[in-house]
């Protein structure tokens, strides 16, 4: 079984963004900010996230 996204517990939070309209860059930025340095997360790795499990 794959392990869980720590993205998963921003998920709320990530489609609320979406769905104001915020782009994905800022919202990536935005959920970057509050991951700590070792959990620093690509914004292609967010991307995908995005259009696989929100859009």
Do not use: G
Request: glycine letters at 0%.
């Amino acid at each position: 079984m794959a392990a869980k996204s720590k993205l998963e517990k921003f998920k709320l939070e990530i489609t609320d963004l979406i769905d104001k309209d915020v782009s994905i860059r800022s919202a990536w930025k935005i959920i970057n900010f509050k991951l700590p340095p070792e959990a620093k997360i690509s914004y292609n790795a967010f991307f995908h996230f995005v259009k696989k499990h929100i859009k």
